[in-house]
């Protein structure tokens, strides 16, 4: 009901409402009555418009998230049926995708089945009452549905795309960001390392690289440190804020830089006085861990059974999830065989560890590509291809091109 110019603010104009229906299964016979609606009649259900016809409409039908059935696909339908014109319809948020994939609608079929002769009286009854019991069960998620690559043309799940679990917070940001808002662009990991994509230590995920500092990458890429130390800019406070360089966490007590922290956390701490005693880093962010806070955890790579502590928060959150594979901290984080050090965050996929001889001989990357021994000159790319190659002798030092060419008096190459 709209508000009407000749009126004041919050007063409307009620108009009739006229109502026909039909007295006999032919709809010869036809009665009108016309009345005025007791109160203002601003929303309805969908079962309540059934049969009406509205010029405009704002029509909600749940979070693109919600898990859908048959019956939410006939309500929808119902609904967005109810305008003439295609611009009459304002949707609050986007639907699950899932919503108009679930084949064609029961009932019409069903009917049309038994109208060609296809099905029998006394079987109608048995297939209605079936189809009453499973189209309020049958759910559909968006867990399930298969996505296919821009690149390499495969239909994948949010598995193949992004590596949130559900139970994470940003799941569903990062499930519309890199699945729903791409559309036919979207690319799978496996693409997206083979393009312009970098991995932010903090999102967990792939991310554009204009998402980034480039000065910040430069220096990464150079001291190979690019993947476990990378941040883009969506995180952390801002310049005009004037945050310390490093805040204490208060749950782990760790000493980390804004980035590890939600940038609207930091700016309420910072306006109430209490960024040194309540700041809480992404890592501890308070998460359903409870279920496996005293259980014994077994590693799939050791075999040992631990405790939940000495797993990493991400194999906490999968054990919690009823996932296989969980590795503890000593074979994700393993020590160095030469110098002892264990790196600080767990390896990434294509260097994690697959049996306990690569875990008793692992390597930093300081100790199996170590810099040049004269200048300090860390290896090139090409220069550790080949470098693993060479004697087990030689391997533990190794000289750069150009000190050899300054030894020997040579021009440079």
């Keep these: ?65 919600e898990s859908v059935n048959i019956e939410a696909m006939m309500m929808a339908y119902i609904g967005m049926s109810r305008v003439k014109r295609a611009d009459g319809l304002l949707l609050v948020e986007p639907f699950s995708p899932c919503l108009f994939q679930q084949g064609s609608m029961p009932g019409p079929s069903v009917l049309m089945e038994y109208l060609r002769g296809h099905l029998k009286q006394e079987e ?25 690559c821009g690149q390499c043309g ?32 979207r690319s799978c990991l496996q693409c997206t390392r083979k393009g312009n994509m970098v991995y932010c230590s903090v999102c967990q995920c792939e991310r554009p690289r204009q998402d980034f500092d480039a000065e910040q990458l430069a220096v990464l890429s150079k001291h190979c440190h690019l993947r476990r130390s990378a941040v883009c800019q969506l995180h952390g406070a801002k310049e005009d804020m004037r945050m310390p360089d490093r805040i204490m966490c208060s749950r782990c007590g760790q ?37 496996v806070q005293k259980k014994m955890l077994k590693c799939a790579l050791c075999g040992e059974v631990k405790e939940s502590t000495a797993f990493t928060l991400t194999m906490q959150k999968r054990a919690a999830a009823s996932v296989k594979g969980l590795r503890c901290k000593d074979c994700q984080m393993p020590a160095c065989s030469s110098c002892g050090t264990r790196p600080e965050a767990p ?67």
């Design 1 to 65: 009901m709209l508000q009407h110019h000749d009126l004041e603010l919050q007063m409307f104009a009620m108009g009739p409402r006229r109502y026909k229906w039909s007295v006999d299964p032919h709809g010869a016979e036809q009665l009108c009555r016309t009345g005025f609606p007791v109160v203002p009649d601003f929303s309805a259900t969908i079962h309540s418009v059934c049969g009406q016809e509205f010029a405009a409409e704002i029509l909600d039908l749940k979070p693109f998230w």
């Design 124 to 148: 109608l009854q048995e297939v209605l009452e079936n189809l009453e019991e499973t189209k309020r069960t049958d759910r559909v998620t968006i867990l399930t549905m298969k996505w296919k």
């Design 154 to 185: 495969v239909s994948q799940t949010y598995e193949k795309y992004t590596t949130c679990e559900p139970d994470d917070r940003h799941f569903h940001d990062r499930y519309r960001e890199v699945i729903l808002e791409r559309g036919s662009w």
């Design 255 to 291: 000493n980390l830089s804004s980035e590890y922290y939600p940038a609207k956390h930091l700016q309420h701490l910072w306006e109430e006085g209490l960024l040194q005693s309540d700041a809480t880093c992404y890592r501890c962010e308070p998460r359903e861990l409870a279920q």
């Design 347 to 413: 390896l990434p996929t294509p260097s994690a560890l697959t049996s306990l001889e690569g875990k008793k001989g692992y390597k930093c990357m300081q100790c199996a590509f170590p810099p040049c021994k004269v200048c300090g000159t860390e290896m090139t790319r090409q220069q550790r291809r080949t470098f693993p190659k060479r004697d087990a002798a030689s391997q533990n030092e190794w000289t750069c091109s150009d000190c050899i060419d300054k030894a020997h008096n040579r021009p440079h190459r």
